[in-house]
């Protein structure tokens, strides 16, 4: 299961009586609560759709409170949808109580419980009675994500400009909403390479392809240049990112026979690697600056 499976369940009009939504985290459990509300009239939203916190700082609902609730007839002959947050924070004995409902759910309710960390074993065995989706964005999935978050904006994005943002802003569906944000704000129907380039890379007067160059040019005065323009415009991140997509692009594009040039690059991404850690932990004074030091030696 997915979030590709989880997106067709929705297109389904999520058919099954009760979902267990789970994932490492809670972004793509917003991503995919926002998407349900998406679904439900504006003037039944009060009404049909109720959200319980397992985690609430007020107090904890109890379960009959929640059962009573999904028993209940919704408003206006709609179905109901009731929410069920952080069942992490429940134990498996007490999740059990839910099992007598799943048994015999209602049917003009949908049950969505949501799990965010790893399911534990445990677990696993008490929600067996719902339909689980996993909401980690990984590997294929992440390309679908990202066309789909476009769609939903009104634009459409090219293969090749999905594989590029990926390498620029890495795998962070945060940072890459972000991003999706950007693009879709200038008003261009069609996302391409460039499109996310005049965006990630910033400057007109230079490109992370001219930094690249200077790198690999072993001109020092001239890429400290380069980047003093780029960092005007550009996160460190972003600016990361898309020196990586270079180097791996260059990588690919280099003569298979020589391993001298697969030890560069090998040397490369570890330096890479390195700054990136940096970057995201707040390690080391001006990250991108020894970066750029560190690949002018190698």
């Not at 939203?45 to 009573?68: G, L, Q, Y």
């Not at 007598?100 to 419980?113: I, Q, R």
């Not at 445990?122 to 789909?148: F, H, P, Q, Y």
């Not at 690919?252 to 990136?276: H, M, W, Y």
Request: glycine share 6%.
């Amino acid at each position: 299961m997915s979030i590709k499976t989880f997106l067709q369940e929705i297109d389904k009009g999520l058919t099954s009586p009760a979902y267990l939504l789970y994932a490492d985290n809670e972004y793509p459990i917003e991503e995919a609560l926002s998407a349900i509300k998406k679904t439900i009239p504006e003037t039944e939203m009060d009404f049909n759709f109720n959200v319980f916190d397992m985690d609430s700082a007020d107090s904890i609902p109890a379960v009959w409170e929640i059962i009573d609730t999904l028993n209940t007839i919704s408003f206006f002959g709609s179905r109901r949808y009731v929410v069920v947050r952080n069942l992490q924070k429940i134990s498996a004995k007490e999740f059990k109580k839910f099992q007598s409902y799943t048994a015999n759910p209602s049917p003009n309710s949908a049950l969505l419980m949501s799990h965010t960390g790893t399911l534990k074993k445990e677990m696993k065995e008490s929600t067996k009675g719902l339909k689980a989706i996993c909401l980690d964005i990984r590997g294929n999935d992440l390309s679908v994500w990202i066309k789909e978050k476009a769609r939903q904006k009104g634009i459409t994005i090219k293969d090749d400009a999905v594989e590029y943002l990926i390498g620029v802003a890495g795998d962070d569906i945060g940072l890459l909403s972000s991003e999706i944000e950007k693009l879709a704000s200038f008003g261009n129907e069609a996302i391409t390479i460039n499109s996310i380039k005049e965006i990630v890379e910033g400057s007109r007067d230079y490109s992370v392809f001219d930094l690249t160059n200077a790198l690999r040019e072993r001109n020092a005065e001239k890429v400290l240049r380069i980047y003093k323009k780029l960092s005007e415009t550009t996160e460190p991140y972003n600016l990361l990112g898309a020196i990586n997509w270079h180097y791996s692009k260059m990588s690919v594009q280099a003569t298979p026979s020589c391993s001298g040039q697969r030890k560069d690059f090998s040397r490369a991404f570890e330096i890479l690697n390195d700054a990136d850690i940096q970057i995201k932990t707040s390690g080391g004074a001006y990250p991108m600056e020894h970066l750029l030091i560190r690949l002018l030696r190698f």
